[in-house]
């Protein structure tokens, strides 16, 4: 079915380089880390005009004291976080069990979609706040048909309170939160509260700190009044000239046709799991309505959910040699669109 999309390709014996990726075998994250290296070569090799203002929590701005955006260093740091982000995004699918067959495949495709959403800038806000969004999926999938988990309803609340610390739209990702305690289990008011105490908890010692120094004024501007707008999406002229958000949406619009195929033949579980993951694409595009100086950076926080479905689809063609010849394209496509303003 998936193959009639593309041109209909004859079955091939041969391996490629996602066939590389289908193996479960530990030394593979060697090729991850190069495939890492790839997807962010040009951050060091296309020339810097200039560092755009980012928008940042409060976090972030305490990140970048230390680590200036644009820097070598900031470059190579970003390279790191996403190679672990990319490990992360593996666990979830491999842990859960959302595919057939446990592989590398979905960090690699987490890489390609990262590959296309990061800038020249390399760490940025949204990409430090998917390490937090990630964990916090991990913490949320636990509680299917677990008994005692108070503790994960804890650490998700808390974990999306981190990464909203980082970069302020995040914080929309409670209401998935929510919506995953509803999912996966017979929750009632009490796990709601712990979720919501969870999420809480580092606004309330954060807050403190800033209190107890006397500047909590300054903890209001830069992690609300700077960061927060209800209409600043309305206004946005300048959106990369649509071209990634036009891309981006339309990816989204091709899971979302392919989503009987995305629930075909997996268990109750994994069911469960994949709504959350178009979940995450929903409450990704509300968290644009409520995010100041909205710039293309903001699509990265769709990047996890986009990597796990691409290699969902992936894994479910069975014809090879379309999979091989879909990652080269997209590939060829991601790696002229970073490198055009040298080519």
């Known amino acids: 079915m998936l193959s009639s999309i593309f041109l209909p390709l004859p079955h091939t014996n041969l391996s490629f380089v996602l066939q590389l990726f289908k193996s479960s075998q530990p030394l593979i994250a060697a090729f991850v880390a190069l495939y890492a290296l790839l997807m962010s070569a040009h951050l060091f090799i296309v020339p810097q005009t200039g560092v755009e203002a980012l928008p940042m929590g409060i976090l972030s701005q305490w990140i970048y004291q230390y680590i ?74 636990k509680i299917y048909r677990s008994h005692k988990c108070a503790d994960y309803i804890f650490n998700v609340g808390f974990w999306l309170a981190i990464g909203s610390l980082f970069y302020f739209s995040m914080s929309v990702f409670v209401i998935w939160g929510i919506i995953g305690l509803f999912l996966l289990r017979s929750s009632g008011l ?19 700190a800033y209190y107890w120094t006397d500047v909590l004024p300054q903890f209001w501007q830069y992690q609300f009044a700077d960061n927060f707008s209800v209409t600043d999406w309305l206004v946005r002229k300048d959106l990369q000239l649509y071209l990634k958000p036009t891309i981006t949406i339309l990816g989204i619009l ?66 090879t040699m379309t999979v091989e010849l879909t990652h080269l394209v997209l590939l060829i496509g991601v790696l002229v669109y970073q490198f055009w303003s040298v080519l």
């Not at 009490?190 to 403190?208: A, E, K, Q, R, S």
Request: aromatic fraction near 12%; hydrophobic fraction near 60%; charged fraction near 10%.
């Open 68 to 141: 200036i955006p644009g820097t070598l260093l900031a470059k190579v740091v970003g390279v790191v976080l996403l190679f672990i982000q990319a490990l992360l995004v593996n666990y979830v699918v491999n842990r859960f069990k959302m595919l057939p067959h446990r592989n590398w495949l979905p960090a690699v495709t987490y890489l390609l979609v990262m590959g296309f959403l990061q800038t020249s800038v390399g760490l940025t806000p949204v990409v430090m706040a998917n390490t937090f969004l990630l964990i916090a999926i991990i913490e949320l999938f």
């Open 190 to 208: 009490n796990d709601l509260l712990i979720l919501l105490i969870g999420f809480f908890v580092p606004y309330l010692l954060l807050g403190t």
């Open 254 to 319: 091709f899971f979302v046709v392919l989503f009987g195929k995305v629930f075909a033949r997996i268990s109750t579980q994994a069911q469960k799991n994949y709504t959350l993951i178009y979940w995450t694409l929903v409450i990704g595009g509300l968290a644009l309505m409520i995010q100041k100086d909205l710039n293309a950076d903001h699509l990265a926080i769709v990047g996890v959910p986009l990597g796990i479905l691409l290699a969902t689809i992936w894994e479910k063609t069975k014809n």
